[in-house]
């Protein structure tokens, strides 16, 4: 990659600067350009992947999730009922709560353009590994996943 710093030995890129700033920006990136395409923001559309994969949650699910605060969640969801993209259900088992559900039929119909030709992409990337490295790269990045959502509570004082 470009820019890249390079490791101690001056040539292999430091993986810290390749996932700190590299990757992370390429995916914060990709995933503004997914959801300008259709008129929200990152953060609003995170909010439907979280909502698509974990079902209906309450607002202060959504905002422990997503690190946000209970309000800022509000006026999220406001915004993407107006935009049909969600709305708020009675819980069945108590009708007290109320709950965020996404429009996943309409999420799938629109996000399939933009997602499966990167799916198809990763795919093929892949294919240059064995099971082991596979396996090996998948427990690196489930690591780096965690250590991210660790910092992320540590940034909005949340643990």
């Known amino acids: 990659m470009a ?17 700190g700033r590299e990757l ?12 300008a395409r259709r008129g929200l923001t990152a953060t609003e559309n995170k909010a439907l992947d979280l909502l698509t994969r974990r079902g209906p949650v309450t607002s202060g699910e959504l905002a422990r999730g997503l690190g946000l605060t ?3 969640v ?3 969801v406001d915004r ?15 009708r007290r709560k109320m709950l965020v559900l996404a429009d996943a039929e309409r999420l799938e119909r629109e996000l399939r353009p933009a997602f499966a030709p990167l799916s198809e ?6 294919r240059r590994y064995t099971p ?28």
């Open 80 to 94: 993407l009922a107006r935009a049909g993209y969600a709305r708020r259900v009675a819980d069945a088992a108590d």
């Open 24 to 35: 992370s920006t390429a995916v914060v990136m990709f995933h503004e350009a997914v959801a």
């Open 74 to 76: 509000t006026g999220l």
């Open 121 to 126: 992409a990763v795919e093929d990337l892949t």
């Open 132 to 159: 082991e490295q596979l396996e090996a790269i998948g427990d690196f990045l489930a690591g780096v996943t965690q250590i991210l959502r660790d910092q992320t509570t540590r940034l909005t004082g949340d643990g």
């Open 70 to 72: 209970p309000g800022a």
């Open 3 to 19: 820019g890249a710093a390079r490791g101690a030995e001056g040539g292999t890129p430091d993986i810290g600067e390749l996932l």
